[in-house]
């Protein structure tokens, strides 16, 4: 016999995921970008959110930045730390897409153990994976924030893409080489992948 637990019983009561997004009229969807510091994500994901927000979409961004400031940042960079961090991160998402928003998500997140943790919290169905394949040389030489140096000095330890791995994503619905294609035209092949989904 299942017994239901007397702590949740709240969800039965709540607005359904269908009802906001007959309000919101559009689809919840997370839009997972993934790839090495420096690959264009961030850049990527604020353009992205413009031009969704001109077609009258409620976007939500999330990204290192935002998150390691406040939500995660009681959080190092240790194995488990990391591993946190990406499941906070992906519960967040689905807070927000159960509420019909579309999540911009733009993370690092290096190996495919980590996406597919993500992939299941949010649910297969509402995330779009976007691996940012730009090449390490690239993403070295925009090293706006010194990270690379200071990883290639030794004063940041298992840095992502030089002294710790990346793994290849495996499920991405779409690869984009910020280096080979302008962030406008990346804009674009995104919008043509996800319109019928937030539709």
């Not at 510091?37 to 990527?44: M, V």
């Not at 499941?87 to 997140?109: M, P, Q, T, W, Y």
């Not at 779009?128 to 030489?141: G, H, N, R």
């Amino acid at each position: 016999m299942m017994i239901s637990n007397p702590i949740y019983t709240v969800f039965d009561k709540m607005l359904r995921r269908e009802d906001k997004e007959e309000l919101l009229k559009q689809h919840g969807l997370v839009i997972w970008m993934t790839g090495l510091s420096g690959s264009g994500k961030s850049t990527l994901a604020i353009a992205l959110e413009k031009e969704l927000h001109k077609n009258g979409r409620l976007t939500c961004v999330l990204d290192g930045d935002n998150i390691r400031s406040g939500l995660n940042s009681d959080l190092g960079f240790s194995s488990e730390d990391r591993i946190e961090n990406i499941r906070r991160i992906a519960e967040v998402c689905k807070l927000f897409v159960d509420n019909g928003v579309i999540v911009i998500s733009a993370f690092i997140c290096p190996t495919n153990n980590l996406r597919e943790m993500a992939s299941q919290i949010i649910g297969s169905s509402h995330y779009f994976e976007i691996y940012v394949s730009t090449p390490l040389a690239i993403c070295e030489a925009r090293d706006h924030k010194g990270l690379y140096a200071k990883a290639r000095s030794g004063e940041i330890k298992d840095f992502t893409g030089l002294t710790a791995p990346f793994d290849i994503p495996l499920q991405s619905s779409l690869i984009i080489d910020t280096s080979a294609i302008s962030i406008s035209d990346a804009v674009k092949r995104i919008m043509e992948k996800i319109i019928g989904r937030i539709k």
